[in-house]
């Protein structure tokens, strides 16, 4: 999984797999959600993300340690 922010477009990407997106359905304003042509979810897309999440912070709990937080 890859998290990419794009300050210009105040975007966050969410990479759940390699596969590339087949089709794109917005479940929630500015937030989309990518599917591989399996119907499998590749991708979360978050339109105006530094209004909708806290991007100062990001927190793995038992991924795959115990738990980890990393901050901005």
């Known amino acids: 999984m890859k ?3 794009y300050k210009d ?3 966050l990407y969410i990479d759940l797999s390699s596969q590339p997106s087949a ?3 917005e479940i929630s304003e500015g937030v989309i959600l990518d599917f591989d042509a ?4 590749v991708g979360i897309d978050i339109d105006n993300a ?3 999440v806290n991007l ?3 927190i793995l709990n038992k991924i ?3 738990s ?3 901050t901005a």
């Open 3 to 5: 998290l990419n922010y």
């Open 50 to 52: 530094s209004r909708k």
């Open 23 to 25: 089709e794109s359905r």
């Open 68 to 70: 980890e937080i990393l």
């Open 38 to 41: 399996k119907g499998d979810i």
């Open 56 to 58: 100062k912070e990001v």
């Open 9 to 11: 477009t105040d975007s």
């Open 64 to 66: 795959p340690a115990e």
